[in-house]
């Protein structure tokens, strides 16, 4: 088998290529953000809207290290199929409960990439006049931005390699990994 930091890999970890936030400075991070955003809405009603499937562990992370009450409603959107590049191509597979109109909206996404997903979600939900719509993210990739979108809290910035781990899944799998980590170079798929 396989070796990992000198430890024998499980299944899961043979698809990590190098580790790149470990989970202790994950939640480290994520205690500075819970922070800042728990003194910025502080006295004002909270709705975090996250976005299935990959911002589930960061949502539940971040809202136990919030000070101020929040309700919390949930998204999907089809971005990606099972490669690694953007299709550009935006559906609304799950929406709101929620009714968004005259709340404080803070939209908790995984990861930003090309922008696209986020560019589509912004409109959709700004159409729908909340009191206010800020965005935190746990990742962004600078390099890849293709359209701008302002982000109000930003976890960490990391270079253009594909992650999994901490909720970002390479074709489904891999979001159970504590940590983000590079997808293991065997299993990205040749360049079209
Ligand atoms: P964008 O529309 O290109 O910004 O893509 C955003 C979405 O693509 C994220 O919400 C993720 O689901 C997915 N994504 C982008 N980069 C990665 C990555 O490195 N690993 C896993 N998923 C990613
Ligand atoms: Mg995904």
């Given at each position: 088998?396989?070796?990992?930091?000198?430890?024998?890999?499980?299944?899961?970890?043979?698809?990590?290529?190098?580790i790149?936030?470990?989970?202790?400075?994950?939640?480290?991070?994520?205690?500075?953000?819970?922070a800042?955003?728990?003194?910025?809405?502080?006295?004002?009603?909270?709705?975090?809207?996250?976005?299935?499937?990959?911002?589930?562990?960061?949502?539940?992370?971040?809202?136990?290290?919030?000070?101020?009450?929040?309700?919390?409603?949930?998204?999907?959107?089809?971005?990606?199929?099972?490669?690694?590049?953007?299709?550009?191509?935006?559906?609304?597979?799950?929406?709101?409960?929620?009714?968004?109109?005259?709340?404080?909206?803070?939209?908790?996404?995984?990861?930003?990439?090309?922008?696209?997903t986020?560019?589509?979600?912004?409109?959709?939900?700004?159409?729908?006049?909340?009191?206010?719509?800020?965005?935190?993210?746990?990742?962004?990739?600078?390099?890849?931005?293709?359209i701008?979108?302002?982000?109000?809290?930003?976890?960490?910035e990391?270079?253009?390699?594909?992650?999994?781990?901490?909720?970002?899944?390479?074709?489904?799998?891999?979001?159970?990994?504590?940590?983000?980590?590079?997808?293991?170079?065997?299993?990205?798929?040749?360049?079209?």
């Open positions: 088998m396989e070796r990992l930091r000198g430890v024998t890999q499980t299944e899961l970890e043979q698809a990590v290529g190098e790149l936030i470990e989970a202790d400075a994950l939640q480290s991070r994520i205690g500075e953000l819970g800042e955003i728990s003194a910025d809405y502080a006295g004002r009603d909270l709705l975090l809207v996250g976005v299935l499937k990959g911002a589930v562990f960061f949502m539940a992370d971040l809202m136990r290290e919030l000070t101020v009450p929040c309700e919390i409603d949930f998204m999907a959107i089809s971005s990606y199929g099972a490669a690694t590049d953007s299709s550009g191509v935006v559906r609304i597979l799950k929406d709101l409960d929620i009714n968004v109109s005259g709340r404080n909206v803070l939209v908790v996404e995984d990861i930003i990439d090309s922008g696209l986020l560019s589509y979600l912004m409109r959709n939900l700004r159409a729908r006049k909340p009191a206010s719509l800020e965005v935190v993210t746990l990742l962004t990739k600078p390099e890849r931005r293709e701008d979108v302002p982000v109000r809290y930003v976890g960490f990391i270079p253009n390699r594909f992650v999994i781990g901490y909720g970002l899944d390479f074709a489904e799998r891999y979001r159970n990994l504590p940590y983000v980590a590079v997808l293991h170079a065997d299993l990205i798929p040749p360049a079209t």
